[in-house]
């Protein structure tokens, strides 16, 4: 679906006709954050089953070859701290103290293999909670290929940045032969991106803190896009939370890396982004507020309205809209 800002007018396209969207000079900028294989699922002492679910690393340091992340654990309430579990014979799990909200601080060693190597042989895919598969499902297996981005280099997310999906190398070409430009940044998607808004007024919902950065060179490319009149089109809405957590003045970024609480909803005034590619998103997510806040609340609902009667495909495997 192809969206106007200006006029709040719809259309109806085919992904690969993206490039004729764009103009010559234009830039995508784009998430290459990596999902982890962070679903862990092990046999107790006792026999029962439980699953980890890692979230985010923690910086206090470990032993040598050790890390220490925040995860979530079920059955969490049985079970206690000191326990230890091996997952797939390569990845060994301590439960070393309770936290706030039901989270727990893990280690993972993989003995003489790194904790990253040892987690993509052990772990799964962490999919979101509305894609039910079976671990021995022909597609869960495909899961772990096609739920990462062509784009995806840097660790460190538990779900794909969606807008990516839709990208593959013959569309990249197609994109570089036109002039578009592709510039890379990373925000290591948290798992309150499923959280929804419970708050009356939108503004009083707390927002996860992720993790992100932008490269000085991809600020030079930014910077030199917007220079030469071009736009800067953002993948998703990471890449927007991104650049306008980096934004300067007149649409200029710095470089930069961190942790951001960006809420981005309705009456924010963007400084970063002229266009967005994203996919159909949750009713009261940030996400949704997001676009809102970027095409407008009523052509937005609109345009929804509009996207169920056509019967599009919402959510991480769904359809793409284009914002200009």
């Known amino acids: 679906m192809t969206l106007s800002r200006a006029t709040g007018d719809v259309g109806h396209r085919v992904f690969s006709e993206l ?65 230890e579990f091996m997952v797939g014979g390569a990845l060994r799990v301590r439960l070393a103290r309770r936290l706030d909200e039901g989270r727990w601080e893990v280690l993972l060693s993989g003995g003489s293999v790194p904790v990253a190597k040892a987690l993509e042989r052990a772990g799964e895919v962490p999919l979101p909670p509305y894609i039910r598969r079976r671990p021995r499902d022909p597609a869960a297996q495909e899961d772990a290929v096609r739920y990462q981005t062509v784009f995806a280099r840097s660790p460190g997310s538990v779900a794909a940045p969606t807008a990516g999906l839709h990208f593959d190398e013959d569309l990249l070409g197609e994109l570089a032969t036109a002039g578009v430009g592709v510039a890379r940044v990373t925000l290591s998607v948290g798992y309150g991106t499923f959280s929804r808004i419970r708050t009356e007024e939108v503004e009083a919902h707390g927002i996860h803190p992720e993790r992100y950065r932008l490269p000085p060179e991809t600020a030079a490319e930014i910077n030199a896009a917007r220079g030469r009149g071009g ?52 009713p009261r997510s940030s996400l949704l507020a997001l676009v809102m806040a970027f095409a407008g609340v009523n052509a937005v609902q609109a345009a929804y309205r509009e996207a169920v009667a056509r019967e599009y495909r919402f959510y991480s495997y769904g359809d793409a809209m284009f914002i200009s």
């Open 19 to 83: 490039p004729f969207l764009l103009r010559r000079g234009d830039l995508l900028v784009v998430n290459d954050t990596k999902v982890l294989h962070g679903r862990l699922r092990a046999v107790r002492g006792t026999g029962g089953a439980v699953e980890v679910f890692l979230l985010s690393p923690l910086p206090e340091a470990g032993a040598v070859g050790e890390e220490r992340w925040e995860a979530l654990a079920r059955p969490s309430k049985r079970l206690k701290v000191g326990e």
């Open 231 to 282: 736009r800067v089109v953002a993948v998703g809405t990471t890449s927007v939370r991104t650049l306008e957590t980096c934004a300067v003045s007149g649409g200029v970024v710095a470089p930069s890396e961190g942790t951001t609480w960006k809420f981005i909803f309705p009456g924010y005034r963007f400084q970063a982004v002229d266009a967005l590619v994203t996919n159909f998103h949750l």
